[in-house]
């Protein structure tokens, strides 16, 4: 199972629409589950607004799941490398949990449950797109996992 738990909902329906479409194709390879936590209002105090949706975020993550932080903290990482990591994780009968964290970045105990965390490139993207970018990587390490034609 690959879980991908987001801070915020998606409001564009073009870009929801890109998103069901890609989890659409996921789910011909494997099981997939978006779970949504409530965002909070940005006010003076930016780290109770991290440490109240990290609360949020460590309540769906399940004691079994090996989790990676989508972060701009985080490593840099190739598709092909990716493939290869989502193939050994499932291995070893791991369930995968990926996390996209609310604007401000994660709370320092979400940071600390993380079992990785990875960046998807140099550039800061919205949350939300951040969402349509991990979903069309996962698409395409299925594709790469079962050498089918997409990935070049």
Known sequence: MIRLICVGKVKDKNLQNLIDDYAKRISRYHKLEIVEVKDEPIGDNEEAVK??????????????EYVILLDLHGKSIDSVSLAKKIDQLFINSSKICFVIAGSLGFSNDVIAR??????????TFLHQMTRLIILEQLYRCFKILNHETYHK
């Open 51 to 64: 440490d109240k949706e990290g609360q949020r975020i460590l309540e769906k993550i399940r004691p079994d």
């Open 114 to 123: 993380a079992d990785e965390r990875i960046r998807l490139s140099e550039l």
